[in-house]
């Protein structure tokens, strides 16, 4: 048995969270939050997983110190937004080569830095790694088939780490592409909101498939320039990722860019799902790395016009449509020139 903290209990930390205990380790979970804390131990059920029972040994608590000292791992589960100011507020309580392993997705917009990236400047002393994949907080917290990859910077912490998650209806498989799996995970959301675009404005099923596809190729060929394998961009935390997140409605990017489709405002399409929009925050961070990197991105590019510059959607679809011709994949050779 490992004693493990989960700091941050959104739907995901708390998944996570009755997914450890169930294996058989002691589970701690924080929030800053008195009164999220204060519903968590007199329900043991989150408001945004209903019907989803929490087991009692799960201890809740406010005390990040308590939550982070001692810990053989520590999951850090806050959106992704909170997590630097997180980290900072943990340095303190983190024991040198202790494991921290974030889970959320995101990229920094003032910085530019991912979030292990963020994590690894404010908390040093830490060994930081990565779980991701496409994995609802919905489905786990109720035991259903997921499959996940855990980024580490050595093999034996991704195993460390693997062992502590596997389950019967968890799968974990282990990677050492930390960038690869984190910008995957990042920039699919951003992806993710243009599929619910087109769905809102009533694109079809082509269109989607269009959207995914080539949007795994602006993740590829982005995240190859910066140190990620393209293997990775094609596995589960790249297009697996990619097409739960564009294809469920458990999706908030989707549900979220569903309404932006049919016509409703960033900030009123945000306000009516009640929940942190992960590819809001990364839109503006995906369209500068793919600036600074020089990487064409038009599908971030399209998406950031609406969200931030009141561009229609139909507007948007339409230019995408009528782009220049291309070659799909220019290094194919041809029998005939």
Known sequence: MANVSIVGTGTWGIALGMLLQENGHHVTAWSKIPEEIAYLKEHHMHKSLPGVEIPEEIVFTTDLKSACEGMDLIVLSVPSVFTRATARSMRPFVAEGQIIVNVAKGIEESTLMTLVEQIRQEIPQADVAVLSGPSHAEEVS????????????????????????????????????????????????????????????????????????????????????????????????????????????????????????????????????????????????????????????????????????????????????????????SDLPWEQE
Do not use: W
């Open 142 to 329: 109720r035991h259903m088939p997921t499959a996940c990859v855990a980024g580490a910077k050595s093999k034996e912490t991704a195993e460390r780490i693997q062992k502590y998650f596997m389950s019967r209806c968890f799968r974990v498989y282990t990677s050492p592409d930390v960038i690869g799996i984190e910008l995957g995970g990042s920039l699919k959301n951003v992806i993710a909101l243009a599929a619910g675009i087109a769905d809102g404005y009533g694109c079809g099923d082509n269109a989607k498939a269009a959207l995914i596809t080539r949007g795994i190729h602006e993740i590829a060929r982005l995240g190859g320039k910066m140190g990620g394998n393209a293997r990775t961009f094609y596995g589960l935390t790249g297009v697996g990722d990619l097409i739960v997140t564009c294809a469920s409605m458990h999706s908030r990017n989707r549900r979220a860019g569903i309404l932006i489709g049919q016509g409703y405002s960033m900030e009123e399409a945000m306000k009516k799902v009640e929940m942190v929009v992960e590819g809001v925050y990364s839109a503006k961070a995906a369209l500068a790395l793919g600036k600074k990197y020089g990487v064409s991105l038009p599908i971030v590019e399209q998406v950031n016009r609406v969200l931030f510059e009141g561009k229609p959607a139909g507007e948007a679809i339409a230019e995408l449509m009528e782009r220049d011709r291309r070659i799909e994949h």
